[in-house]
Each structure stands twice: as C-alpha cells, then as structure tokens.
C-alpha cells in the first residue's frame, strides 16, 4: 500500500470512530497556560497520563521545562534540556541517527538500523520511531515533559527507560506572534525565529512557525582553513485548529525541516598510545594538531564530518465527546532522510600506513501511526484511558566505505602515498545496502480508582505485538575481522553482490503498573508502585554485519519500583518532589564486546543485566512574584549486574559487574533563578542565572580498564548570566547572556580508535565562554 493510500486509510479510521459520537454537553479540556507562567502546582498542567492533570496529581516522577526556559539556552533543543532535568543525559555522535538518550542512566547505543531507543521521543502527541527525529531545533515550545522510568504502559515499546513528551504552542484565538532575533560570539551564531497567531473566526483557529540558523562552529580545521562543527537549520510549523461544535476539535499539524551540519567531527584529544595506555611515537602526529584532551580545538581533516537531513510530517488529531467521554483520534505520517558523511581517518590525506577512510552513508525512513482513544471524566471513583494503536516504521540505508592505502606499516617519517617511493596506491571500496521494517500493534488501558477522595489505585496493562523484517546485502574488496563481507565474494577478490540476508522476529508482550497514591494532607501526595518495562527485538544490521551477528536480539524487559513525595507547600510558593527508584532490566540490548573470528569487536547484543537505583528532588519556588527558583538534584546509581560471555571467549573480554553504564553520572543537579525588577518606569530589567554540576561519567563502555579510564569524561559545573530590559506589557525585550561564564572545558564523548591508539574527542559549543544578546518584539 503506498504512503498516500496509508495516511488517507487512518484518516477514514478516525472519522468513522467519530461519526458514531453524538454532541455532548461540553468543550474538550484543553490544557492551561505554559508552565513556567506560575508556581503554583495547579499552574503547571501536563499531559504525562494521556490527559490533562495538575502536575502534583501524577503519581510518577515528571520535570517539566517551560518553553521560555528551553529557549534560554541559546539552541533550544532536547540536547540542551539536558542540562535542566539531572536525570536525563544525552550521547553526542557524529550524526543524529547515533545520538542517544538516558534517563536514570539507561539508554540504547548502536549504530543498528534495526534498534530502537530506550527513551521515546513525543511531539504533540506523535511517537517518533527513530529519537533522532527530535534531536533538532524545537521552537515555540510550550513545555517538555520528562518521565523517567519504564512509561511503556501508556506509550509504547520504546519508552522502557522513560518519554520525552513536548507540547508544542498551540493556536489561540486573537491575533499576535512574535519575532525573536539572537547572535553568539565565538562561531557568529545567528538565529531567527518567530509565529503568527491568526484567527479565522471564532471556531477556526490558526498559527504558523517558522525558523532560521546558522553557525560557523567551534573547531578550526587546518586542511580547509575555515571551521566546523557548525550548521545551517531552517523550518516551519503550520496549525490548523478547527471546532465545528462545541463537542468536536480537530487539529491539523505540518511540519517541515532542513539541516545541513558539518558537524560532529572527532579531536584526537591524546597522543599515540599503547594498550597499556602509555605514551608511544607516531608519525601521524607530525600533521595532527597538538592533543590537549578537552582543551583540544582543532582538527586536519580533508574530508568534513558532516550531515545533510530532511524531516517532515503531518498529523490530525480529533478530540470529540461521546456522551461524557472524549474520544480521541491521532493519525500521523512522518518522512526523514539522513544522510552521514564522514572522515573516518582523522587525517589530511592517505599516508604509508595510515590509510584514508571516508564513509559515505544516506538513510531514508517514513513512519505511519494511528492512536485511539477513550478517556473518562477524571472526577469519578473509577477514571480511565483506554486505546489501540498502530505503527509502521521503514528505514532504509545505503552506505559505502571508501579506501585509499599504499603500505601497511608506518615508516619512521610520514610519508603521503604516491610519492616516490611509496608503495603502490590501492583503493578498496565497499557498499551495503541494508534496511529494517518495524510493525507494531498494541492495546492499552489504564485506570484509576478512587477508593476515598485521599487514596486511590492505578493500574495498567499494555498487550504489544511486534514485527521486525530485516535485509542485508554487501559488495567489498576490504578484508579484514569484523569488516569482511557477510558471505564469501569470488577467488578474484573483485567483490561480487552477497547474498541478501533477510531476518524476521516476531513476538507479544504484556506489560504494565500498578500504583497506590495516598494525599497525606490536601499539599501533600504519597506514591508508590511498580512498572513492568518492554522493549521488543532487533537485529544487528549494520554495514559491518558479518555472518556470526545475523541472530536476533531477544526483547529487553525490565521490573521497576518507584515511590515519590510530591509537596505544594508555603500556600503554593514551594514545590517539591521526591522520588527513589530502582530498576532491573533483561536481556539488556546494548553494544558489547563479543567474539567474531578470532577478534574481539563491539556490536548490537543482549549484553546481560543491568540495574539503576538512586533519588531525585525537583523544587520550584516563587518567593516572591517577580523571583522564581527551580532546579533540581539527581543521584543515579546505574550499573552491570551481569553480562554475557561469549562462547570462546576470555574473561577479559566481558564486562565485570559494578561498572557503571555510560552516560551516567552519579550526582547531577541544575538550579536556575529569574528576577522581574518593576522599575515603575517604561522599561523593567529582567536578571537570570543558571547553573548545572555533573560528576563524572564513562564514555567508553568497555571492558578494558584502561580504555575506561582514558573514555571517562570529568565532572565539570558551568555558570550561565543573563540580564536585560523590556516594556512593562512585555511588548519587547532585549537579553544580554553569557555562557559558560568561568571557561569551563569538557568533552560531550570519547572514544577510542583514533590514528596509533589515540582518543578521539566531542567537544560541544558549551564547553568554552562565549556572549549573545537575544531581542524579541510581541505583538
């Protein structure tokens, strides 16, 4: 069936669904103001249970960053809301299809096109099969919802270490919008963006977004002369919100992105090492720039890291009443490609043994979903959501690797190849073709009985059917372990088509929680409960795939308990939640050291057990009107229990229990503060300042100890001011910001594999001092 037929199909599902509902009696609920406009408890509405509720009524543990708060950082993004919510944690990488999230220190790593991420991304109401989709910019942004833990329950398979949820802004009756223009030193960063809220009538609501950036970057690259690390962004967002009754409103969402990044590329921030993680010599070195760890700020690469992407979609959603139910309809389609470009050799040209490596790799997908739901009046003693869902999520990706060498030991001195004396110059070449085909089908509910108006019970259940499909075919003339192709070519080595691998998984699962909520007092709200996680199968496919890594990778499940204290205190000023969570998953899918002909190599596997314990506090405060303070405070103890060993191979090639999970701090916090001062004059000043700490954390999950220690990344605290001026009606407003203000320098990622045994190094735009002013006019 093709795209259009898919998408007309849903769309005549959800209409039927609605025919059958007669007019009611009121309006849908619609959510309030965004959060960041109050302190109080009851300002702060969320959608983390599929409907609208205060955010101290949600027995979970929940942060929620406000759409102003988000857009203070410079580049609002789910990356930079990373540094507002201490559970959650981001893995930098070379392009957004490997990009990962954690929350509470899990999360999936692979660069398999048929693994799913542990933490789902939502955007207005829409799962996005692949978190890279929401790696980009997120602009006019009501809230970002974060709910940490398994939330698969309610949204699906790919959530079992929690959901991203963001609210975008939605049209409004009255005409306005605003434009907001910004520029950062150190890269000359400019960004606009703005919205137009038109009404068309009182029953037909509309709103249009739009956005442009540009960055130069933060890295010199001495082969170009120029810098890198940068990108070009541009989109919109359109927003039809119609109400033909009083009892029915559909919303029509498109969305359209373009991204041209040449970025990430990777410092060798060491010198040439050995395995014992001792200095050695290397010619190499005599072209690269000097390494100063994360200090480092320059690469010498002839080819630029770098990634081209395309994103868009629609989405209508229909809420109508049915009697005193609201039935809800969601019916999406979204379209990505990705394309990666990248210097795989880290060097300005292909010199006696050291061969130049560039990989060249464009990736397309497309997803259909459809949700349906049922919700109840929440004000009753027996309250529920129930509903089905669908999804088809294709990808295909066409990579090649590209070669040019001429000798395989490296001289005393670098020497390019053809040049005298250089041994000949061969150019091995290979491309694979590969792609997966996710079909998911799930029912769900979840309900809460109020047994008195202070105690009550929730509990639900999810049953998932999945279907994977898999293909893999590959022609190369590269040898090697771990990259030699997945079935034999001819005697000649020319390289012939392998043959097509094709893989099939298909498996059900039932999951769900169970929760008892207790309001000890009419501020303050006790919870407990247990979650059972689910994430379904996967393959291994890769460009690298080899015969031995073509078995399926079981589904991940997990058991995890929560209790919480959710508090509103000193007659709304204070808020301040507390959770303690542990949390033990199954057939952890992860890259993991395992054995292929002969040689150890990473790959996609059910790696073992692993577990994550620890506390977190969220806390809002208004002591005064025009003062808010919010932060929060996480320690996060996330671990292997016990991983796999692979036939044949040696203890040290596993990784030993009690080694933390990467990306995983142990201690996380932020705390940010925002003053209002009413001059009684025509302008007021407005003052900020934000601060986050992370303690230190792997980057390299391995199992060599020296390879840890040299992947680990240091803790750090940055320190970001902001000060300006608007209107007392907040008609306009110019903001002086700096960033990062005592110069602090980390690494985003390490890894290994660098020239001679080296590391190489993400640097991130925030890891140096840099200053940007920001104005904005509202009309």
């Known amino acids: 069936m093709s795209k259009h037929r898919l998408l007309s199909a849903g769309l005549m599902v959800s209409c039927a669904f609605i025919a059958l509902a ?25 959608t983390a249970q599929k409907r609208s509720e205060r955010l101290q009524d949600v027995p979970l543990a929940v942060s929620v960053v406000g759409g102003a708060m988000l857009e203070s950082t410079g580049k609002p993004s789910i990356e930079s809301a990373a540094t507002l919510v201490p559970a959650l944690n981001f893995q930098k990488s070379g392009t957004t299809l490997n990009q990962s999230l954690f929350l509470r220190g899990v999360g999936t790593t692979t660069f398999s096109i048929a693994g799913e991420p542990s933490v789902s991304a939502v955007v207005d109401g829409v799962v996005y099969a692949r978190s890279g989709e929401a790696f980009g910019d997120l602009v006019d942004i009501e809230r970002l919802e974060v709910l940490r833990g398994p939330q698969g329950t309610l949204f699906g398979k790919n959530a079992s270490a929690g959901v991203i949820n963001v609210v975008t802004v939605q049209p409004k009756p009255g005409f306005g919008g605003y434009v907001e223009g910004q520029w950062f030193s150190n890269g000359n960063e400019a960004r606009v963006r703005g ?16 956005f442009y950036g540009h960055y130069d970057g933060n890295i010199r690259n001495i082969a170009t002369g120029g810098r890198v690390n940068g990108y070009e962004h541009y989109g919109f967002r359109g927003q039809v919100k119609w109400m033909p009754s009083a009892s029915t409103t559909i919303s029509l969402i498109a969305d359209y992105h373009r991204n041209d990044d040449n970025c990430c590329a990777e410092l060798i921030g060491t010198g040439p090492l050995n395995a014992a993680g001792a200095a050695i010599s290397s010619p190499a070195f005599a072209v690269l720039p000097t390494p100063r760890g994360d200090r480092t700020r320059a690469v010498n690469q002839n080819y630029v890291t770098r990634t081209r992407e395309t994103g868009w979609g629609v989405s209508a959603q229909i809420d109508t009443e049915l009697g005193t139910q609201t039935v809800t309809s969601i019916t999406a389609y979204r ?13 300005p040209a292909a010199y006696v043994g050291f061969p130049q490596l560039q990989d060249f790799g464009p990736q397309t997908s497309n997803t259909f979903s459809q949700e349906l739901r049922l919700t109840s009046p929440s004000k009753q003693f027996l309250s529920y959501v129930i509903g089905l869902y669908y999804s088809r999520a294709e990808s295909e990706r066409i990579f090649s690797r590209s070669v040019v060498s001429c000798g395989t030991a490296a001289p005393a001195t670098l020497i390019p190849c053809g040049t005298p004396g250089a041994p000949a110059t061969t150019t091995p070449y290979g491309i694979a073709d590969f792609g997966s085909v996710f079909k998911n089908i799930a029912a769900f509910g979840q309900a809460t009985a109020n047994f008195t108006s202070r105690f009550r019970f929730i509990g639900g259940l999810r049953w998932t059917g999945d279907q994977l499909d898999v293909f893999h075919s590959r022609t190369t003339t590269l040898a090697g372990p771990g990259i030699q192709p997945s079935f034999p070519t001819t005697p000649t080595g020319t390289g012939t088509p392998a043959t097509i691998f ?38 291994n496919v890769f460009y690298n795939l080899t015969a031995t890594g073509t078995n399926v990778i079981a589904p991940e499940t997990s058991n995890s308990y929560e209790i ?5 205190l000193l ?17 952890f899918q992860a890259n993991n050291p395992d054995l292929v002909a002969g040689v150890v190599v990473t790959r996609f596997t059910n790696a073992g057990e692993v577990s994550t314990r620890g506390i977190e506090a969220d806390l809002i405060l208004r002591p005064a009107t025009d003062l808010s303070i919010s932060g929060g405070l996480a320690y996060t103890d996330a671990k292997v ?18 080694t933390s999970l990467p990306f995983a701090p142990k201690w996380k916090g932020s705390l940010s503060a925002d003053y209002r001062w009413r001059t009684g004059g025509p302008v007021d000043l ?22 840890r220690q040299l992947g680990t990344i240091h803790g750090y605290a940055l320190v970001n001011l902001s000060a300006g001026v608007g209107d007392r009606d907040d008609r306009y407003r110019l903001t002086f910001q700096v960033r990062n203000l005592f110069d602090q320098s980390f690494a985003a990622a390490i890894q290994n594999g660098g020239p001679s045994g080296s590391y190489r190094y993400q640097i991130p735009r925030d890891a140096d001092r840099y200053y940007g002013v920001t104005g904005r006019v509202n009309f």
């Open 641 to 658: 229990d016990q991983f796999f060993r692979a036939p044949g191979a040696p203890v040290s090639a596993v990784i030993p229990a009690g």
């Open 564 to 568: 919480g204290l959710k508090s509103n």
């Open 22 to 46: 007669a007019p009611a009696y009121a309006q849908v609920e619609t959510p309030p103001a965004p959060a960041e406009q109050g302190a109080n408890s009851g300002d702060i509405v969320v």
């Open 335 to 347: 379209n990505y490609k990705n394309t990666e470009i990248r210097d795989g050799d880290f060097l």
């Open 502 to 539: 094709t893989g099939k998984a298909t498996n059900t699962n039932v999951s769900g929680k169970a929760t008892l909520q207790y309001d000890l007092s009419p501020e303050v709200v006790a919870y407990g409960g247990y979650t059972r996680g689910y994430k379904g199968p996967a393959f």
């Open 571 to 587: 007659g709304g000023a204070l808020v301040l939640n507390l959770a303690a969570f542990y949390a033990k998953y199954y057939n």
């Open 686 to 707: 407005f003052l900020g300042a934000q601060g986050s700490y992370q303690s230190k954390q792997l980057a390299l999950f391995s199992p060599d100890a020296v390879q």
């Open 195 to 210: 919205a137009l809220n038109v009404p068309l009538g009182d029953t037909l609501l509309t709103r249009v977004t739009g």
